[in-house]
């Protein structure tokens, strides 16, 4: 078990592209958080799934972002149309029921 | 609604230094609180953790205590060291998702 992993761990791209970042939660896991942290800030919550389902979304999310969690396993964050705005650290989290959250290293991302 | 209040960095200590970094919290019902360090670059790792009124969590030299009279959870260590250098999230948990609300960090700064 080596831990949450997130890949990429950097991503630059130009204002209005796409980009997907994923992340494998420790295996058995059932719940996976994705949150978001700008500069000198506390990481933001940003969707909830637990299994396959996907339980709650933050109105930070705008209709840009989708999360997927397939078979209930590794989980896909994608931003559409990117803007500079979206430039911040991406932290993927999973945790089993009755038990505290591990995260990942993060993904961070920087909008040209 | 849910939050965490955080006293603002960056705090600034000697080495062998008594540290104390405060965190209040508004919540509904009884959440677990959590404090998360994340060192340069790094994801978030859980430094402490307690789960109802009254409870003592520790680790590496790290205490805080959960109080519910004083919605408070007051990070201490009696002695810091230049590798506690680090940014440091208090965090409670949503009852219902489990979700953590993060404070805004402090950034602890240790010198020799």
């Known amino acids: 078990d080596t831990g949450v992993s997130q890949n990429p761990r950097h991503k630059i791209t130009k204002r209005g592209q796409n980009v997907t970042f994923r992340c494998d939660p420790i295996s058995e896991h059932n719940r996976l958080y994705w949150y978001r942290q700008t500069l000198g800030q506390g990481p933001e919550f940003l969707t909830y799934?637990?299994?396959?389902?996907?339980?709650?979304k933050s109105r930070l999310l705008s209709d840009r972002f989708s999360a997927e969690r397939p078979k209930g396993s590794f989980s896909t964050l994608e931003i559409q149309r990117t803007e500079q705005g979206d430039s911040a650290m991406y932290l993927c989290?999973?945790?089993?029921?009755?038990?505290?959250?591990?995260f990942g290293q993060g993904t961070r991302l920087t909008v040209v | 609604g849910n939050s965490v209040t955080q006293m603002e960095g960056p705090v600034t200590l000697s080495e062998e230094a008594f540290l104390t970094i405060n965190c209040t919290y508004t919540a509904t019902g009884y959440p677990s609180l959590f404090w998360y360090v994340q060192y340069p670059g790094e994801g978030l790792q859980l430094l402490l953790k307690a789960t109802k009124a009254d409870d003592k969590g520790s680790n590496k030299g790290f205490e805080a205590t959960y109080r519910k009279e004083t919605t408070s959870f007051h990070l201490e260590k009696g002695s810091v060291q230049v590798s506690d250098s680090a940014v440091y999230f208090c965090?409670?948990?949503?009852?219902?998702?489990?979700?953590?609300?993060f404070g805004t960090g402090t950034r602890l700064q240790v010198f020799p």
């Open positions: 965090a409670l948990s949503d009852q219902s998702t489990d979700k953590l609300i």
């Open positions: 799934f637990q299994n396959e389902a996907q339980l709650e």
């Open positions: 989290a999973s945790r089993p029921d009755r038990s505290e959250a591990f």
